[in-house]
């Protein structure tokens, strides 16, 4: 069945590049960012791995852990990341799953026949402590994912999270933010000591609290 935003992401044990991983139990308290890549030895995911792990105290920095999957085996993976390191100046630093048998590709809906019958897609899960699907995103096989993009939207997600906030249009860290509707004036007073304007009712903007 297809998974949706707010269902309990799908577990699984799977081979990686770091030994066996039991995906809940890997995720512990922190969030997690789960991203699959068509295949080993492919050009635009050797720059994405690259790029996360360059990223990946960005991702520390947020409490979030990283996790790649590709349908290849373990041997490839070790193979393909010597020339990671190689290309993209930075080594392979979170795990990347080994889903050969394509056993996690298929628990979450991974390979889309019509656009590519064999290998993954590009999808990316963002997943909270509570093991919740918060995000989802599926990019087609040639086009890279912009991972800036990615830390953004974990920005937003964790305001929504820990301050009550939602994030307009275009916002980037740093811009006011808009009260979440369910919050009265009286809690919003509270909530929010550099105050806020009332555009309208349900639209009050504030600076963004955790600044
Ligand atoms: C890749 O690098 O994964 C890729 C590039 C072009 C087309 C399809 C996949």
């Known amino acids: 069945?297809?998974?949706?935003?707010?269902?309990?992401?799908?577990?699984?044990?799977?081979?990686?590049?770091?030994?066996?991983?039991?995906?809940?139990?890997?995720?512990?308290?922190?969030?997690?960012?789960?991203?699959?890549?068509?295949?080993?030895?492919?050009?635009?995911?050797?720059?994405?791995?690259?790029q996360v792990a360059h990223l990946k105290p960005e991702f520390d920095k947020r409490n979030v852990k990283v996790i790649a999957l590709s349908v290849d085996s373990v041997?490839?993976?070790?193979?393909?990341?010597?020339?990671?390191?190689?290309?993209?100046?930075?080594?392979?630093?979170?795990?990347?799953?080994?889903?050969?048998?394509?056993?996690?590709?298929?628990?979450?809906?991974?390979?889309?026949?019509n656009a590519e019958a064999t290998v993954t897609v590009r999808s990316v899960f963002i997943i909270d402590p509570n093991k919740k699907v918060r995000l989802m995103l599926t990019y087609p096989?040639?086009?890279?994912?912009?991972?800036?993009e990615i830390l953004r939207v974990i920005d937003a997600l964790q305001l929504t999270e820990y301050e009550k906030v939602a994030t307009p249009a275009n916002?980037?860290?740093?811009?006011?933010?808009?009260?979440?509707?369910?919050?009265?004036n009286e809690e919003a007073d509270k909530l929010f000591p550099k105050g806020y304007k009332e555009l309208k009712p349900y639209l009050r903007m504030t600076p963004q609290p955790n600044k």
């Open 75 to 113: 041997e490839s993976h070790n193979s393909w990341a010597k020339d990671i390191e190689e290309t993209q100046g930075a080594a392979l630093n979170f795990p990347l799953l080994a889903d050969a048998d394509r056993k996690v590709a298929e628990l979450y809906d991974m390979i889309h026949p």
């Open 171 to 184: 916002w980037k860290d740093g811009d006011d933010v808009v009260i979440l509707p369910s919050i009265s």
């Open 141 to 148: 096989a040639p086009t890279g994912r912009d991972f800036g």
């Open 1 to 50: 069945m297809a998974i949706r935003l707010g269902d309990t992401a799908p577990d699984f044990t799977q081979d990686s590049t770091e030994g066996k991983i039991s995906f809940h139990d890997w995720i512990g308290d922190s969030w997690a960012v789960l991203f699959s890549h068509p295949a080993d030895f492919t050009p635009v995911c050797t720059t994405e791995l690259g």
